[in-house]
């Protein structure tokens, strides 16, 4: 089975702090994803990745930057935490045959 | 751009209740159609998929149908269990290119189901 691993299961950072939310997926997938979960909005797409290095805003990319240096590790980076950062954040990574999700990271900004 | 709206929920139901769960999209060209399940402290399971219309997609009981006439991709299961309480959110793909294909998620549904 595909793993994808999200190093954190809960954070607390405080507000001006440079975050870190790593991810690794053992399967050589091209593909990964960012994505911040919030009530009553469902998934939304932050950044996303489609080859080692190469980068891609998605619907919400602001206050945040991504790194992609190997094929297996996706970094999510929050540049100056602010408090409208706390949420749920998930990793995906994607297949021909689909996505597979981390369990997620809920962050916590005060 | 392309969207999805889902039923608010939260719903709840009593044990072997029929469920629906109602997906509706907005999307150019054929979007594969998806649900996935997010049981508590656990991130998203695909449950179930469609990838042209009318095509359904099944598991676990439940089915849901690629409709491209209403643009809907309703959530079905004709008799609920307790375990299948968690979070269910509808999504399509959509990208020109096969690497960069993204998914589109719906505001997600809790569904809470009672012995």
């Known amino acids: 089975d595909v793993k994808v691993t999200q190093s954190s299961r809960y954070l607390v950072k405080r507000t001006g702090e440079k975050v870190f939310l790593e991810c690794v997926q053992d399967m050589d997938h091209e593909n990964m994803f960012w994505y911040r979960q919030d009530p009553g909005l469902g998934l939304r797409l932050i950044y996303f990745?489609?080859?080692?290095?190469?980068?891609e805003k998605g619907d919400i990319p602001e206050g945040y930057s991504v790194s992609r240096e190997k094929k297996e590790r996706f970094s999510l980076i929050l540049e100056s935490a602010s408090t409208n950062q706390t949420s749920m954040y998930l990793c995906?990574?994607?297949?021909?045959?689909?996505?597979?999700f981390g369990s997620g990271t809920r962050l916590t900004v005060v | 751009g392309n969207s999805v709206t889902q039923m608010e929920g939260p719903v709840t139901l009593s044990e072997e209740a029929f469920l629906t769960i109602n997906c509706t999209y907005t999307a150019t060209g054929y979007p594969s159609l998806f649900w996935y399940v997010q049981y508590p402290g656990e991130g998203l399971q695909l449950l179930l998929k469609a990838t042209k219309a009318d095509d359904k997609g099944s598991n676990k009981g439940f089915e849901a149908t690629y409709r491209k006439e209403t643009t809907s991709f309703h959530l079905e299961k004709g008799s609920v269990q307790v375990s299948d309480s968690a979070v269910y959110f509808c999504?399509?793909?959509?990208?020109?290119?096969?690497?960069?294909?993204?998914?589109?998620f719906g505001q997600g549904t809790r569904l809470t189901i009672n012995p």
């Open positions: 990745s489609y080859d080692v290095k190469m980068k």
């Open positions: 995906a990574s994607r297949a021909n045959y689909g996505y597979t």
């Open positions: 999504a399509l793909s959509e990208g020109r290119i096969q690497g960069a294909q993204k998914l589109v």
